[in-house]
């Protein structure tokens, strides 16, 4: 961050990686809170020397900043105050006389970073920290066995796993990868080679994708994949809650073929000639909906509270991994960075051509759902799950619709709203389960500006969240006001 940078950011008070404290003479104590949050979260900038009031900043400048910056810089390198030692970069910059130093504290790769206890660990949320719940510190504890936690052993054998389960995934194999090398060994062998068996005992993801229901359930509480068609884009727009629930199944290979079968009903796949003057399915948008599915199965966290959830509205699919991605997803498509969070599962789907052994995944879900709808997959998340939605071609919900919008518009208006908590209200009606960081994409500004709007709008009254901050939705209060969507009901 250059002086210039820094300016622009004074002048803007929207920023969620950006905290100022006065520290005259001194170290302030809620520092370490920032610190922690930083760390636990995406990075940050914390300023000393600058003092904030409402929505104006007054730089005040340091005393003796040489000892501030030694002293700060000492304290997280020191690693006797925080758990972890932290790498901080210092800058100095000189107003008018005064000195004001910037830290920027850099996202751990291990978390949760906290100082003193563990009690003191705290995340960012919108422009402040926040102490993080016992669930979200339980979260970045299981982040740190990322690629490891399934390859644990379990107390069951080879003769728990569900044989018919092993049977049929064998058939699959010589059917769609018959030359791979698996095909002609033993079957107790072969489960040695994919590690669902580690001296004698079956590993968590092989239990997961081989065992029976009543031996997952011993291990995990709930174990299920939560799969619900909603005859709406929303739930409060369906006539019922949900149309169809996929009922339990015994394991991953089952829940993988029955959510399969029923994505691909969903989906728009045009008559299409192979070579060989058959029909063909293995379009784009179908490799790209199974990678998604695939993901999700190799990619979630079993043991979170949350759980793996698909969502099939009428004008869109979403799926929800419990769990964060190791990386950015722009990183993760830029360096075909492949690491999975449980690695045993990968290595059974890639034995049967379901995943792929690059990091290429999401690069495979992006182009081959434009190619048929012509728009990418939207993916958000946070510090314990991440979510990817696929937006349909469908004319259920039409943004393009000008008389919709105008109208819309027009009532919100008269409410005394300005245009961007307009254009706020229009993206909630569409997507109810839209995200702030979705919202700060389509509209282009902040994601803390976002949630200052949202914020206003909810006191306001004509806002309310449904459900819990990961899993809820918003709704629109004022239903009386508003008009329906033009082409609603229709196809």
């Not at 045009?270 to 784009?284: H, L």
């Amino acid at each position: 961050m250059n002086k210039k940078e820094l300016i622009e950011k004074l002048e803007d008070i929207e920023w969620e990686d950006f905290e100022v404290k006065e520290a005259k003479s001194e170290i302030p104590k809620n520092s370490w809170e920032t610190v922690s949050a930083f760390s636990n979260t995406a990075g940050g900038w914390l300023i000393f020397g600058v003092k904030k009031q409402g929505k104006k900043y007054s730089i005040l400048g340091t005393k003796n900043p040489e000892k501030i910056e030694h002293d700060f810089v000492g304290v997280l390198r020191g690693e006797q105050k925080f758990n972890k030692r932290i790498e901080v970069k210092c800058k100095k910059y000189n107003f008018n006389g005064k000195t004001i130093l910037a830290f920027y504290i850099p996202s751990a790769e291990k978390k949760p970073v906290f100082f003193n206890n563990l009690k003191n660990t705290f995340i960012r949320t919108g422009s402040g920290d926040q102490r993080a719940t016992n669930e979200e510190r339980d979260a970045m504890f299981r982040e740190q066995a990322f690629s490891s936690k399934d390859k644990e052993l379990t107390k069951f054998t080879f003769k728990d796993l569900d044989t018919k389960t092993i049977r049929d995934y064998r058939i699959y194999m010589k059917n769609f990868n018959p030359e791979h090398r698996f095909n002609n060994i033993p079957t107790e062998e072969l489960l040695y080679k994919l590690n669902v068996l580690i001296n004698g005992k079956v590993t968590i993801g092989g239990l997961l994708f081989f065992g029976k229901e009543d031996d997952i359930n011993r291990l995990l509480t709930d174990f299920r994949i939560d799969y619900l068609e909603i005859a709406g884009i929303s739930y409060s727009d369906a006539p019922t809650r949900y149309t169809y629930r996929l009922s339990e199944e015994e394991n991953l290979f089952r829940f993988y073929f029955s959510i399969i079968d029923r994505l691909l009903k969903k989906i728009d796949i045009p008559f299409k000639m192979t070579q060989s003057g058959f029909a063909s399915k293995d379009q784009p948008q179908v490799k790209a909906i199974r990678e998604a599915l695939v993901n999700l199965l190799m990619h979630s966290d079993y043991f979170s509270t949350l759980k793996p959830r698909i969502r099939v509205f009428t004008d869109r699919i979403e799926f929800m991994n419990p769990g964060a991605l190791p990386k950015d997803f722009r990183i993760i498509m830029k360096e075909d960075f492949s690491q999975p969070r449980n690695s045993v599962l990968a290595r059974i789907f890639r034995a049967i051509n379901l995943a792929e052994n690059a990091g290429t995944g999401f690069d495979k879900m992006f182009s081959g759902w434009k190619t048929q709808y012509k728009k990418k997959p939207v993916v958000g998340g946070d510090l314990d799950y991440y979510k990817i939605v696929f937006y349909l071609d469908k004319k259920i919900v039409k943004k393009e619709d000008e008389k919709w919008s105008e109208k819309w518009s027009e009532k919100w208006s008269e409410k005394g709203l300005t245009n961007r908590q307009i254009e706020i209200t229009k993206e909630i009606k569409i997507n109810p389960n839209i995200s702030r960081k979705q919202l700060s994409e389509l509209l282009k500004i902040n994601p803390s500006a976002v949630q200052k709007h949202l914020e206003n709008l909810k006191q306001k009254g004509f806002l309310k969240r449904i459900g819990p901050a990961k899993g809820g939705h918003w709704e629109i209060v004022h239903r009386s006001v508003y008009p329906k969507l033009q082409s609603e009901g229709t196809k």
